[in-house]
């Protein structure tokens, strides 16, 4: 592949709800531009996109694939993202380095869940896109509806057809191109003169064009006004001007598995949308911690940002980046900025599919990829070490699916932790954390489709195996009122014996989680024995009274006791004070804590009814109701052990049209039919341990 400057680089983002199209239409691009001498196909598992084993297995995208190609002496970035809504940090991070979009939506379908996901998401990065109504060849295939449908959801926006559809249906054999007046029939290659049909229908769509282009710019609009007949180029230009600024959104057709109208969106995509410096500026952080804009510019110094990594078990790890600045050569030595590190790169590629093709230099604006990096991480910027910039990471949406994880042999616990480490270093959607209070390894992504990729990821290219289970609620136990007690722990085995006698008050805290004091007077225990007591109190504290679970907001005040001067040691303290604190405890009105969740969930209006029903069985607390777009938004604060497979139930509920987020917001007292119900299970968990 020959060198392209910035100009002649074009970066695209192509988005949509699942199964719109997306991974079809990039196969016709890449086989039109010849990349490729046959088309493949989703259900036969052939396509570039979609070349990993799982993708291949599920027959769905479920990462994102980048299909590097040439057309009419420009380099075309095109980045095929995955439409399922567990995937939608792979999104964030394609829109993260492109600078256009093309947002597909099915002719049959019409606007789905994922359509309004991915344009809010087009809409935070500020990126000029097309609309692509797709599979144009389907029976009951319908552009006016879809059209129709789209400016009723987006009603602040002008979508403006530059395509018409030359038949439809089964009949779809090309489309009517606006901005030259050309028929192009098949995939487009070739013009014809329009059809006598369509003749009127194609001047009156054009006028809507011409009147955006001219209102694109103040002096193109002050030439239309008086009557002035605008000229190809100034046409093009003000159109091109007005998609930019966001209030005008083309709309185009296709059929991607029959290659119809394949070559009028290259072009247009080349005409239309903007090389990387007419994008927009880039912001950047120096050591001080101060942002600034610079251009996309071969002269400007190196920053590389690190969007994606991925595992591969033949050539180690490949690091994805995009160039926002300066020029990058192969062979080379970079500056980790993030990890102050010193990486090596060797032979730059571009990407199509898994495809690697070598290439000495990347200008500005452009992406590539490199393998083997030892210490770079998704998120990261290579540059200068004299210059150190870094750029921030997209903001990425909460977990709202999690499991426990364990390891299926010993030899995988040694590497589970490295593992779940390096999964999600390469996927920002996923994390994982040691639950202290449940003694569990957590694992949380997007949905369950999300987690299970994930773990057969690891199986597959890292060769270590784990197991799941539903995890358990990390559930506190506290104290509503003082409570007193008073232990003497007395062992007598022959020899010196063990004494210690402890009387303990124990009260609730209101600002942290612990507060020890030591209110004896007179000496009745020597100060050397606190320390063991507060050790004793601190394992409690730990391990739980009512039902295993972590205690906090409790202060506990040592208030009298008995020593002896030959059996006292500090180990006796330590008994009575555990024992102690936990007869204080149950005396002190003990509950248990739920962390409660705020949940915010969009469906269709159809749906509001089913979902509020539903949230009044989980124990919710409804916060408001509004409507976004032509669909209902509901607001609640409702239980962690409530929604722990919310995504699998609201899914179901809407057919798959619902989506929601949530956040911790705080803990609450658990009702005592509840946390009855939790204490029982934990007895019966300590009845079966002891027995095993």
């Given at each position: ?22 991974t079809s239409l990039g196969e016709a691009l890449l086989y039109l531009t010849g990349v490729i001498n046959r088309m493949g196909r989703v259900e036969e598992g ?417 060769q270590v195996g784990l197991n799941t289970k539903t995890p358990k609620v990390p559930y506190r136990e506290t104290i509503t009122k003082t409570g007193q007690s008073q232990y003497r722990h007395k062992k007598q085995t022959g020899g010196s014996g063990q004494f210690a ?192």
């Amino acid at each position: 592949m020959k060198e392209y400057a910035t100009e002649f680089i074009r970066n695209i983002a192509l988005v949509s709800h699942g199964g719109a199209g997306k991974t079809s239409l990039g196969e016709a691009l890449l086989y039109l531009t010849g990349v490729i001498n046959r088309m493949g196909r989703v259900e036969e598992g052939t396509t570039v996109s979609d070349y990993e084993d799982e993708e291949i297995r599920r027959k769905l995208s479920l990462s994102t694939s980048l299909l590097t190609t040439e057309f009419n002496n420009h380099k075309i970035n095109v980045i095929d993202t995955p439409g399922y809504t567990d995937f939608i940090g792979e999104v964030i991070s394609a829109l993260g380095v492109a600078d256009s979009a093309i947002i597909l939506v099915d002719s049959v379908a019409g606007i789905e869940v994922g359509t309004e996901v991915v344009w809010d998401y087009c809409d935070r990065f500020s990126l000029p896109r097309f609309l692509m109504i797709s599979k144009m060849n389907r029976e009951n295939a319908n552009f006016e509806r879809v059209l129709q449908s789209m400016r009723e959801f987006a009603p602040d926006l002008m979508f403006i057809p530059i395509q018409l559809p030359w038949g439809e249906k089964n009949g779809f054999k090309g489309v009517i191109d606006l901005l030259d007046m050309q028929a192009r029939p098949e995939d487009g290659s070739k013009a014809v003169p329009i059809p006598e049909e369509y003749q009127d229908a194609a001047e009156k769509a054009r006028i809507s064009i011409i009147e955006a282009a001219a209102e694109g710019d103040d002096e193109l609009i002050e030439k239309y006004l008086n009557g002035e007949v605008l000229t190809p180029e100034e046409i093009a230009f003000g159109f091109k001007k007005a998609i930019k600024s966001g209030n005008v959104v083309p709309v185009l057709l296709s059929a991607g598995t029959a290659n119809i109208g394949t070559a009028p969106l290259l072009n247009a995509i080349i005409s239309l949308l903007p090389d990387p410096n007419q994008a927009s500026e880039f912001t950047v952080q120096a050591k001080d911690g101060a942002e600034k804009s610079l251009p996309v510019t071969d002269a400007g110094p190196l920053v590389a940002y690190v969007w994606k990594t991925t595992a591969d078990p033949f050539v180690g790890r490949l690091t994805y980046f995009r160039i926002f600045s300066s020029v990058l050569e192969s062979d080379n030595r970079v500056w980790n900025q993030n990890k102050a590190a010193e990486e090596r790169i060797g032979k730059l590629f571009v990407m199509r599919g898994k495809e690697q093709v070598a290439i000495e230099r990347l200008h500005a604006g452009d992406i590539g990829v490199v393998a083997k990096l030892n210490k770079t991480n998704t998120g990261d910027v290579l540059g200068d070490r004299s210059k150190p910039l870094t750029m921030s990471m997209p903001e990425y949406p909460n977990a709202l699916y999690s499991v426990a994880v364990m390891p299926k042999t010993q030899a995988d616990s040694a590497k589970m932790g490295s593992t779940l480490t390096r999964l999600s270093e390469e996927d920002p959607t996923l994390s994982w954390h040691q639950e202290s209070s449940t003694n569990e390894t957590i694992l949380q992504g997007m949905g369950g489709q999300h987690i299970d990729v994930a773990i057969r990821k690891a199986e597959s290219k890292l060769q270590v195996g784990l197991n799941t289970k539903t995890p358990k609620v990390p559930y506190r136990e506290t104290i509503t009122k003082t409570g007193q007690s008073q232990y003497r722990h007395k062992k007598q085995t022959g020899g010196s014996g063990q004494f210690a006698e402890v009387y303990m008050r124990v009260e609730p805290l209101k600002d942290g989680d612990f507060e020890f004091v030591n209110e004896v007077f007179g000496g009745a225990i020597s100060q050397g024995y606190m320390p063991a007591i507060e050790k004793g109190v601190r394992s409690i504290m730990r391990g739980g009274v009512l039902a295993g679970y972590p205690l906090e907001k409790i202060k506990v005040a040592v208030t009298d006791g008995k020593e002896h001067p030959v059996d006292s040691k500090a180990v006796a303290f330590e008994i009575a004070g555990r024992e102690a604190f936990k007869q204080a405890f149950r005396e002190a009105g003990p509950v248990l804590l739920e962390p409660i969740m705020d949940i915010r969930i969009t469906v269709p209006e159809a749906n509001m009814g089913d979902v509020l029903g539903d949230l009044n069985t989980r124990r919710a607390k409804v916060q408001g109701m509004e409507t976004e777009r032509g669909r209902s938004v509901v607001t609640a604060h409702v239980p962690l052990a409530e929604v722990l497979r919310y995504t699998t139930d609201l899914r179901s509920m809407t057919g798959g049209r619902g989506v929601f987020s949530m956040k911790l917001i705080r803990y609450e007292v658990v009702p005592s039919h509840v946390a009855n119900q939790v204490i029982a299970a934990h007895k019966k968990e300590m009845i079966e341990k002891d027995g095993g």
